[in-house]
DNA sequence: GCCAACGTTGGC
DNA sequence: GCCAACGTTGGC
């Protein structure tokens, strides 16, 4: 099983929807390293955090697991939606995103709290300049940062 | 609002 | 294929 840390902008979808929603299509996704992580690495049953970015408290605000694993994404077929892509075609899609399961909303666990963690000073969230909204979590980090939410 | 960092675009 | 310009991201 491996573990991800899916970003968010909470203005837009964060914990609070999905735990109404209970599952979601994580699409939107136009970043090539991101969707190759979910379209090549991500299997159902992998763990996540949800992470809030670019609002009043950006961190770690809850988990999640893959529930379905990667599928093309819809809204690249869609001509209404800011995620259409006129060079994919349902034969020859680009786009790919997995579902993404509620498991629970944590206590805000804040960018200042993750940074004083040593174990999780590689971490790519918390490296400089980093703008993926999928990365990679070590079991390592995964660990360190449940021990945080206890 | 600022600024650093990064990905994408497009001219050549 | 190079690279400058541009747009976006995101913490502060």
């Known amino acids: 099983m491996n573990y991800w840390l899916f970003k968010t902008e909470p203005s837009t979808y964060g914990v ?7 599952v979601t299509a994580w699409s939107g996704v136009r970043n090539y390293q ?25 961190g770690i605000a809850g988990i999640v697991k893959v529930s379905r694993a990667a599928y ?4 690249q077929f869609d001509r209404k939606s800011r995620y259409y892509d006129p060079a994919a075609t349902p034969d020859a899609p680009r786009w790919f995103n997995v579902d993404v399961t ?13 940074r004083s963690q040593k174990a999780l000073a590689k971490m790519q969230i918390l490296q400089r300049g980093n703008r993926l909204s999928i990365t990679p979590v070590t079991h390592a980090e995964w660990k360190c940062i449940l021990g945080l939410l206890v």
């Open 72 to 75: 093309p994404d819809e809204s």
């Open 16 to 22: 609070d929807d999905l735990a109404r929603d209970k």
């Open 34 to 58: 991101a969707r190759n992580f979910m379209r090549d690495a991500m299997r159902k049953g992998d763990r996540g955090f949800l992470y809030h970015s670019s609002c009043d408290e950006p």
């Open 102 to 114: 509620f498991v629970k909303k944590t206590r805000p666990l804040g960018i200042a709290a993750l």
